[in-house]
């Protein structure tokens, strides 16, 4: 874990709920939503220095991941936005599988290729778009390189 800070659950039931049951299971039960694989970010609150845990849907491409501040199409960007910004440091976790992580927001031809993978992955990304009333951020994660 690249963060260090007590877990502070969401305010969000079925959010908290769904967090819960992905880590009690070992990353076996609670990956889905509406049958699309989820993952789980834990970043850091950039105001409370808390750890927050958001799942969101699962982009995966050559062991990188796009992370979607969709918001579920709400006009303001999610709060995880603002702690991706403040420390891009993120552990995630998918399926059984735990990786520390680095986060950029990409822009321009990058971010078309990643919103397209997006979009494949959860077709429901582009009524979001269409209804949010900015440009939804989307945010890559590489894995940490460590020294050997
Ligand atoms: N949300 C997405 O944006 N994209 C997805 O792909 C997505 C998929 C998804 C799949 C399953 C599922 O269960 C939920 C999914 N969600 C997805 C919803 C997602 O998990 C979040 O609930 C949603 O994006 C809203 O994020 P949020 O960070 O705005 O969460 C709110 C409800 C929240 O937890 N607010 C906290 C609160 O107490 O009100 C604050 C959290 C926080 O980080 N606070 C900061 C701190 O310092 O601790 C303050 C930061 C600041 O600058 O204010």
Request: aromatic letters at 8%.
């Amino acid at each position: 874990m690249p963060l260090e800070g007590e877990y502070e659950p969401s305010p969000t039931a079925w959010v908290r709920k769904q967090v819960e049951l992905y880590e009690s299971s070992g990353g076996t039960e609670g990956t889905t939503m509406r049958g699309l694989p989820v993952v789980l970010v834990t970043s850091l609150g950039s105001r409370s220095g808390k750890l927050r845990k958001t799942p969101l849907m699962r982009v995966e491409h050559e062991g990188s991941y796009a992370l979607v501040a969709s918001n579920g199409g709400a006009v303001k960007h999610p709060v995880w936005y603002h702690n991706l910004v403040a420390t891009p440091l993120i552990e995630l976790r998918d399926g059984p599988h735990v990786e520390d992580m680095k986060t950029r927001l990409v822009t321009g031809g990058e971010r078309r290729a990643w919103w397209e993978r997006a979009v494949a992955a959860f077709p429901d990304y582009a009524d979001y778009q269409r209804r949010a009333d900015r440009e939804i951020p989307l945010f890559v994660a590489e894995p940490v390189v460590r020294d050997v």
